[in-house]
């Protein structure tokens, strides 16, 4: 893993691929592992998504305590948890804290990151990415999110630095960033390929509208 200061593509594009089990499944522990990588992005951008941030990594805490708790067992992949969780009716219980429930909060982060990644990493130097950076975000997490908290958003994006120097403080040196670049495709992809399978178990069991 690459240090704080810097989001290393590699990683979360081995961490997402080595998670996909099966055909249509989804391995907790690599999926965490890229996404742990991936939270930086967010750090990176700035104080804007700080508040995205400590909500996933307090997310991901949840996940590690149910990994190594007594149903252990059932919190190997996002298939097995969800068919467990459905038929014990944990998910609907108010002293449980549902794994499907906390990992639906990673699931709609990461649609934000990845669009807000391809987005800037496509576009023209001079492109605004302020601009960028709350379209993706009202296409993705906005809905999920109360007023207070998508006004306060869309106010501090403003902050955003331009798009060479954003990507500058997301990969760091020149060589750096052409690597990172050069990785960026493999990664969206299956970044891109985890998401899906994700969104189609939570449509197969109809969890997406846990509250």
Not at 41 to 55: P, Q, R
Not at 63 to 83: D, H, N, P, T, W
Request: hydrophobic share 35%.
């Amino acid at each position: 893993m690459s240090n704080e200061n810097t989001l290393d593509l590699l990683y979360v594009h081995e961490s997402f691929k080595k998670s996909l089990k099966d055909d249509d499944d989804v391995e907790i522990e690599s999926y965490i592992d890229g996404y742990n990588e991936l939270v930086k992005f967010l750090n990176l951008i700035g104080t804007v998504f700080s508040f995205v941030s400590s909500d996933v990594r307090s997310k991901i805490k949840i996940m590690e305590k149910l990994r190594v708790g007594e149903a252990s067992i059932y919190y190997e992949s996002f298939k097995k948890m969800m068919k467990y969780e459905k038929e014990t009716n944990l998910y609907e219980k108010n002293d449980f804290v549902s794994g499907s429930r906390t990992m639906l909060r990673l699931h709609r982060g990461l649609d934000f990151i990845r669009l807000f990644l391809k987005r800037i990493s496509d576009a023209e130097e001079t492109v605004n990415t302020c601009t960028t950076c709350q379209g993706s975000y009202n296409e993705t997490l906005a809905e999920f999110h109360p007023w207070y908290i998508r006004k306060a958003a869309t106010l501090a994006m403003h902050a955003l630095p331009s798009r060479p120097d954003l990507l500058k403080k997301i990969f760091g040196s020149e060589d750096k960033l052409t690597e990172a670049m050069s990785i960026l495709p493999q990664t969206l992809q299956s970044c891109d390929e985890v998401y899906q399978r994700v969104h189609q178990l939570y449509a197969d069991f109809a969890f997406h509208d846990l509250p």
